[in-house]
DNA sequence: TTAAAAACGGACGGATTTGGTCCGGTTTCA
DNA sequence: TGAAACCGGACCAAATCCGTCCGTTTTTAA
């Protein structure tokens, strides 16, 4: 169901816990706590999340893991590519890491490609912050795109 | 890598040839054919476009399918629906089949739902016939939004 | 009337991916 | 010095995916 993995989703999900106390750290611990996700599925996360450089580890005694950047400034878009490469919704796109065997007799390879970029950049619009936000008021946010404003053109 | 599975990527292209000749009826043999696509997966995915209604099939000798309706009718959302169920990013959107066993102490259930409509918009707004043009005139055919013009909205 | 050509339904199994756990290091702080 | 944390990776159970196969049913044409 073109379903988003489940770790990403959890993943989302604690860095934005992480963005309501904006620059704390938090430990593991803390963060499996506060969003029922398992310990130690938690803590393989994060230390994917700050081999990308989404967030920054502070190891020994009181350390733990720092948001590298606002949420406000990390895009859905990011996290997914931490953990799972490039968005590519087929083998043929531009960014994909792997060959699709029937790409050479394929009458469509490559038209895929608008399709792709659409999903990026709705993926890549919404931050962290958007996240945490009520959805009745996501997106009505003073200083974002307003209501009826530019929708930052999807198949350009 | 939000990947979109194989066999409905197939589904889209071996539609795609049977919109290159609108109403004539297409063997499934004639379309793994020209599709380089094996024969026996061709036909179970036939099998389970004429279940959803997207193809319509005519059994016995001189068979085959014929699309139920001309391709420019039907969007990529309606065959990856088809194929694998409604789209759902995560566990806890609207449509959602299945059930999150977090989504009691998530902070942010029922966000993802802008985002998943978002997509939804984008995959139902190509069709069919769109994806066998060749990538460089894709949406600028006439007729269709012109390359400035209103790009369907999404996370409206 | 018969034979061939096609769709139909479902079962099956191998390969791959995913989700989650565990443990022995290493770094830092009190 | 010891406790608290991250670090790296091995490991495995479960699920999913993908492709194949086989027997049945329907229709057409010889
Ligand atoms: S080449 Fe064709 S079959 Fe292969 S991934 Fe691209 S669209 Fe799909
Ligand atoms: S409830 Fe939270 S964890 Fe569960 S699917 Fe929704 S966002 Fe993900």
Same mark, same amino acid.
């Given at each position: 169901?073109?379903?988003?993995?489940?770790?990403?989703?959890y993943? &989302?999900?604690?860095?934005?816990? !992480?963005?309501?106390?904006?620059?704390? &750290?938090?430990?593991?611990?803390?963060?499996?706590?506060?969003?029922?996700? *398992?310990? *130690?599925?938690?803590?393989?996360?994060?230390?994917?999340?700050?081999?990308?450089?989404?967030?920054?580890?502070?190891?020994?005694?009181? %350390?733990?893991? &720092?948001?590298?950047?606002?949420?406000?400034?990390?895009?859905?878009?990011?996290?997914?590519?931490a953990?799972?490469?490039?968005?590519?919704?087929?083998?043929?796109v531009d %960014?994909?890491?792997?060959?699709?065997?029937?790409?050479?007799?394929?009458?469509?390879?490559?038209?895929?490609?608008? &399709?792709?970029?659409?999903?990026?950049?709705?993926?890549?619009?919404?931050?962290?912050?958007?996240?945490?936000?009520?959805?009745?008021?996501?997106?009505?946010l003073?200083?974002?795109?307003p *209501?009826?404003?530019?929708?930052?053109g !999807?198949?350009?």
């Open positions: 169901m073109i379903r988003l993995n489940r770790l990403t989703d993943a &989302v999900v604690v860095l934005s816990q !992480m963005g309501r106390d904006q620059d704390r &750290v938090h430990t593991t611990a803390r963060l499996a706590e506060d969003s029922a996700v *398992p310990l *130690p599925t938690v803590s393989k996360l994060m230390k994917q999340l700050a081999r990308a450089g989404l967030v920054t580890s502070r190891r020994g005694a009181a %350390g733990g893991y &720092v948001l590298s950047r606002p949420a406000a400034q990390i895009s859905v878009a990011e996290v997914i590519t953990l799972e490469g490039p968005i590519a919704l087929t083998a043929c %960014g994909a890491v792997d060959h699709c065997d029937v790409e050479a007799l394929c009458a469509m390879r490559g038209n895929w490609n608008k &399709v792709n970029r659409a999903i990026e950049t709705a993926l890549a619009s919404v931050t962290l912050a958007d996240m945490t936000v009520s959805p009745a008021e996501m997106f009505a003073p200083g974002r795109r *209501p009826g404003g530019k929708p930052a !999807m198949l350009s």
